[in-house]
């Protein structure tokens, strides 16, 4: 099992203290000025990949030379820096990506870099969007179990797909049976477990797992 985590550009003051996770993250990936937050919060740096047009020159030596492996492209390409290392951290053939630094700031970033979930989940690899105030992974049909988080109480669930079928809430304050939610519908928004673990589960469609905190 590999699990890596990619920090992008995001920033800073919605990056949550990286140390945190540390003991579950196996390679870390820096796309641009992502490698050097990792840097900055002394984290030991695997691969520093992108155009790096958001450091300066004395931050980008600090890069080359802090990053195990250095790996610059050009301004002008089809790829944003983050699609870059995750096409870097798919070919390591991890079990988890785990993505900071890539919320807050360009909306139209915040919601292309939360799509790319969909292509972990089409390839088996679990996919989780983290910012100090939030985590968010994307599911596809099926059953899942769900933990009890102080840091991110509350929890919603937000469909992707036109329709989302049978969605079943156990052990949640607002429980749900086989419903039926629609996209734009606030049924399934701010509930909380009562306990210390839930479950839930749905028969057709994506969600969007959102834990947050106020």
């Known amino acids: 099992m590999v699990n890596i985590a990619i920090i992008g550009n995001g920033p800073s003051h919605l990056i949550p ?29 695997d691969y520093a990949i992108g155009d790096f047009d958001s450091v300066n020159d004395g931050e980008l030596q600090q890069i080359k030379i802090q990053a195990k492996r250095f790996e610059q492209h050009n301004v002008e390409k089809d790829e944003t820096d983050l ?32 799509q790319l979930l969909q292509q972990l989940v089409k390839k088996n690899i679990g996919g989780a969007v983290i910012d100090s105030k939030n985590h968010l992974e994307l599911k596809f049909a099926g059953s899942y179990t769900i933990k009890r988080c102080e840091n991110y109480p509350i929890v919603s669930f937000i469909p ?45 469609g994506i969600v969007l797992v959102v834990r947050s905190r106020d």
């Open 83 to 114: 699609e870059l290392a995750l096409r870097l951290a798919i070919s390591l053939r991890p079990t988890m990506i785990y993505f900071f630094g890539v919320t807050g700031g360009r909306l139209d970033h915040t919601l292309i870099n939360i």
């Open 160 to 204: 992707l797909t036109q329709e989302v079928s049978g969605l079943t809430l156990e052990g949640f304050y607002y429980p749900l049976s086989k419903a039926t939610i629609h996209m734009g519908s606030t049924l399934s928004i701010s509930n909380k477990l009562i306990s210390n673990n839930g479950t839930f589960s749905f028969d057709d």
């Open 17 to 45: 203290n990286l140390s945190h996770y540390q003991h579950n993250i196996d390679i870390w990936i820096g796309a641009d000025r992502g490698a050097l937050s990792i840097i900055q919060q002394n984290i030991e740096l």
